[in-house]
């Protein structure tokens, strides 16, 4: 008998090794990568009765120039109007224009498109990289995140990178059938067994709503979803509802962001002095109903909230019937399936299934609530979220135990306790929507999550704990403790880093540290040299935070940044004093395995030891 046991966990080696060498074979880099992209990437084309072709989204802006040009007067007496309170005619001049410009993409009550609209490439062979540079004259409007094109393509080939051309204005469930067709027709050209997909904003969506309704095909390696609408925007809200309040602050901001501008602009503007806008833009309602108030993608993007309240307000019960019953299906069936359907395609199909989100920032329309600008953060990621401006009580405990891991955000805004995926959904707080790109904590997450098998989980690395600051350039400064995980203080911390985060070689300058919720006081001597872009200094302070654990402190770093125009700059950034039980404790122990004996060493003998803890009571039994 006992022989027979042997055997049978000489079996169970060779499996080991017989996986080992399979999965060398299926890594994550020999995967292809199919990018899905947000609201409005594909571009449209119109086929007219004599079959010819004419591009009818895709914005050009000489276009919209020469428009704005030949309506420079009736703008102007806009304008003129608008100074005593009246913003009827400017929304007139613009909605009309707007709907004379966009007219080929509306839609039919019933969702169906009034024209022959489609995109123009949809195949996997017209649409990857390599065709659409080699075979098509590299046509920019048909390749998605160009960054991510050509980071991707660099590491696995031009050959491997996908880009979803799709009909936007469909509904997410029809886009995500769209999304299986071309997933088979990538498997079929490329040979591979499975795909790697990275989305964003509505591509998340896309994506997530794929995952709930096919994901048991496994056809799926990796996913991840950049800050996704799965749950919609709150900015639709604010339009429908005529409730426009600009946060005009919040925009210039995002315009900063977005730019990578490091010259700050915001301290130039009063906020109301752009208030217009909002009675500009509520007056605009009617017109953008009439361009995409039928597209059952706008109607995916409502929040469940208020869902019924808007559909009910601005959808004929009959005449928009089919409309009704697919966006009725995703946020009665989809939606609510989020977390168990992610969480199954990780236990049960073997996926990696990751989200990134932008937080702690208000919604450009005006719209209070926790957000990356544009997609509130509970409907990106499930996560729980004090009221905007506001954190969670001193007392706060997070609503899910999660094995005991902290899953409060360190400014005390987020609990990721009640996220779709506790373990593998990271918050950039300061991240603007969409501005992934010119984040370096960002690109390296998404590198190593996308092409390597080094990170599963937010515990998997220390350098990529779950809560992150943006460190987007226009920031300037960047700050952690150094013996603590970042956003975070405890007694061994010894002294404050500081880093550059500017990239046209501009020259920062600290002029002040302040804390505030303890006494910490950092020693501000030798501060008078400039700290090179990509350099870091530390700042020695002194304080006790034996007695404030779990309360939330303030750091605001002033500064000033040399070769700009930005007078003196100031970072509020956000610390948790905590007790420092390290969470990164098995990922160390394994990279440490890993170094002394190699990956496919401890691979085998990480195997090895769960495959005898299955045959141990058997040994026992035996034994006894």
């Given at each position: 008998?006992?022989?027979?046991?042997s055997?049978?966990?000489?079996?169970?080696?060779?499996?080991?090794?017989?996986?080992?060498?399979?999965?060398?074979?299926?890594?994550?880099?020999?995967?292809?990568?199919?990018?899905?992209?947000?609201?409005?990437?594909?571009?449209?084309?119109?086929?007219?009765?004599?079959?010819?072709?004419?591009?009818?989204?895709?914005?050009?802006?000489?276009?919209?120039?020469?428009?704005?040009?030949?309506?420079?007067?009736?703008?102007?007496?806009?304008?003129?109007?608008?100074?005593?309170?009246n913003?009827?005619?400017?929304?007139?001049?613009?909605?009309?224009?707007?709907?004379?410009?966009?007219?080929?993409?509306?839609?039919?009550?019933?969702?169906?498109?009034?024209?022959?609209?489609?995109?123009?490439?949809?195949?996997?062979?017209?649409?990857?990289r390599?065709?659409?540079?080699?075979?098509?004259?590299?046509?920019?409007?048909?390749?998605?995140?160009?960054?991510?094109?050509?980071?991707?393509?660099?590491?696995?080939?031009?050959?491997?990178?996908?880009?979803?051309?799709?009909?936007?204005?469909?509904?997410?469930?029809?886009?995500?059938?769209?999304?299986?067709?071309y997933?088979?027709?990538?498997?079929?050209?490329?040979?591979c067994?499975?795909?790697?997909?990275?989305?964003i904003?509505?591509?998340?969506?896309?994506?997530?709503?794929?995952?709930?309704?096919y994901?048991?095909?496994c056809?799926?390696?990796?996913?991840?979803?950049?800050?996704?609408?799965?749950?919609?925007?709150?900015?639709?809200?604010?339009?429908?509802?005529?409730?426009?309040?600009?946060?005009?602050?919040?925009?210039?901001?995002?315009?900063?962001?977005?730019?990578?501008?490091?010259?700050?602009?915001?301290w130039?503007?009063?906020?109301q002095?752009?208030?217009?806008?909002?009675?500009?833009?509520?007056?605009?309602?009617?017109?953008?109903?009439?361009i995409?108030?039928?597209?059952?993608?706008?109607?995916?993007?409502?929040?469940?909230?208020i869902?019924?309240?808007?559909?009910?307000k601005?959808?004929?019960?009959?005449?928009?019937?089919?409309?009704?019953?697919?966006?009725?299906?995703?946020?009665?069936?989809?939606?609510?399936?989020?977390?168990?359907?992610?969480?199954?395609?990780?236990?049960?199909?073997?996926?990696?299934?990751?989200?990134?989100?932008?937080?702690?920032?208000?919604?450009?329309?005006?719209?209070?609530?926790?957000?990356?600008?544009?997609?509130?953060?509970?409907?990106?990621?499930?996560?729980?979220?004090?009221?905007?401006?506001?954190?969670?009580?001193?007392?706060?405990?997070?609503?899910?135990?999660?094995?005991?891991?902290?899953?409060?955000?360190?400014?005390?805004?987020?609990?990721?306790?009640?996220?779709?995926?506790?373990?593998?959904?990271?918050?950039?707080?300061?991240?603007?929507?969409g501005?992934?790109?010119?984040?370096?904590?960002?690109?390296?997450?998404?590198?190593?999550?996308?092409l390597?098998?080094?990170?599963?989980?937010?515990?998997?690395?220390?350098?990529?704990?779950?809560?992150h600051t943006?460190?987007?350039?226009?920031?300037?400064?960047?700050?952690?403790?150094?013996?603590?995980?970042?956003?975070?203080?405890?007694?061994?911390?010894?002294?404050?880093?500081?880093?550059?985060?500017?990239?046209?070689?501009?020259?920062?300058?600290?002029?002040?540290?302040?804390?505030?919720?303890?006494?910490?006081?950092?020693?501000?001597?030798g501060?008078?040299?400039?700290?090179?872009?990509?350099?870091?200094?530390?700042?020695?302070?002194?304080?006790?935070?034996?007695?404030?654990?779990?309360?939330?402190i303030?750091?605001?770093?002033?500064?000033?940044?040399?070769?700009?125009?930005?007078?003196?700059?100031?970072?509020?950034?956000?610390?948790?004093v905590?007790?420092?039980?390290?969470?990164?404790?098995?990922?160390?122990?394994?990279?440490?395995?890993?170094k002394?004996?190699?990956?496919?060493?401890?691979?085998?003998?990480?195997?090895?030891?769960?495959?005898f803890s299955?045959?141990?009571?058997?040994?026992?039994?035996?034994?006894?």
């Amino acid at each position: 008998m006992k022989k027979t046991v042997s055997l049978i966990l000489v079996f169970a080696i060779v499996l080991c090794c017989s996986s080992v060498a399979f999965s060398a074979n299926g890594s994550s880099e020999d995967y292809p990568i199919i990018i899905v992209p947000g609201y409005g990437g594909s571009a449209l084309v119109k086929t007219n009765d004599d079959m010819t072709q004419e591009q009818v989204w895709g914005v050009d802006g000489d276009e919209i120039l020469s428009i704005v040009l030949s309506k420079i007067v009736q703008i102007g007496i806009g304008f003129g109007v608008l100074t005593v309170g009246n913003a009827d005619y400017l929304a007139d001049v613009v909605g009309k224009e707007a709907v004379k410009y966009l007219k080929d993409i509306r839609c039919n009550p019933d969702g169906s498109s009034k024209y022959n609209v489609t995109t123009k490439y949809k195949t996997a062979h017209e649409t990857s990289r390599e065709a659409l540079y080699k075979e098509y004259g590299n046509y920019e409007d048909y390749q998605f995140e160009k960054e991510f094109n050509a980071f991707f393509a660099e590491k696995i080939g031009d050959d491997k990178v996908f880009n979803f051309n799709h009909d936007f204005r469909n509904g997410a469930v029809k886009c995500a059938e769209n999304l299986d067709a071309y997933i088979q027709e990538v498997k079929a050209q490329t040979g591979c067994e499975k795909v790697n997909i990275y989305s964003i904003s509505h591509g998340g969506q896309v994506t997530g709503t794929y995952l709930t309704i096919y994901g048991e095909k496994c056809d799926v390696n990796k996913a991840i979803m950049t800050v996704p609408a799965l749950c919609g925007s709150s900015t639709l809200y604010d339009l429908f509802s005529k409730n426009i309040k600009f946060d005009e602050l919040n925009l210039l901001y995002f315009i900063e962001n977005g730019t990578i501008n490091e010259t700050d602009l915001h301290w130039l503007v009063e906020a109301q002095q752009l208030g217009f806008l909002d009675k500009v833009f509520n007056k605009l309602v009617p017109y953008l109903f009439d361009i995409a108030g039928y597209w059952g993608s706008v109607w995916d993007f409502m929040p469940s909230d208020i869902y019924d309240e808007m559909k009910e307000k601005w959808l004929d019960p009959v005449a928009s019937a089919e409309i009704i019953k697919q966006s009725d299906y995703m946020h009665y069936e989809i939606m609510p399936q989020f977390s168990s359907s992610f969480q199954k395609c990780i236990d049960d199909y073997g996926m990696q299934v990751s989200i990134i989100a932008g937080v702690d920032i208000n919604t450009t329309t005006g719209c209070p609530i926790n957000s990356d600008g544009i997609i509130f953060t509970a409907g990106a990621t499930g996560a729980t979220c004090a009221e905007y401006g506001k954190r969670f009580p001193d007392n706060y405990t997070q609503k899910n135990s999660c094995g005991g891991k902290n899953k409060i955000s360190p400014s005390m805004t987020i609990d990721a306790s009640t996220s779709y995926l506790p373990d593998n959904t990271w918050f950039m707080s300061g991240m603007f929507h969409g501005m992934m790109v010119w984040e370096d904590f960002g690109l390296n997450l998404i590198n190593k999550l996308m092409l390597t098998d080094e990170i599963k989980d937010v515990y998997s690395d220390p350098g990529f704990p779950q809560f992150h600051t943006s460190s987007n350039p226009s920031y300037s400064v960047f700050a952690k403790f150094d013996n603590s995980i970042e956003g975070f203080i405890s007694a061994d911390d010894k002294s404050l880093v500081l880093s550059n985060l500017t990239k046209e070689n501009n020259d920062l300058y600290i002029l002040n540290i302040e804390s505030n919720g303890i006494d910490l006081r950092f020693d501000l001597n030798g501060l008078g040299k400039p700290i090179k872009e990509n350099e870091s200094i530390s700042v020695g302070f002194s304080g006790d935070t034996s007695s404030a654990t779990s309360k939330v402190i303030e750091i605001a770093v002033t500064y000033a940044v040399k070769g700009t125009t930005t007078p003196l700059g100031q970072r509020v950034m956000y610390f948790t004093v905590t007790d420092f039980e390290n969470d990164f404790d098995n990922s160390s122990q394994l990279k440490e395995l890993e170094k002394n004996f190699g990956i496919f060493t401890s691979l085998l003998s990480a195997f090895i030891l769960r495959i005898f803890s299955l045959f141990k009571p058997i040994i026992q039994l035996i034994n006894y």
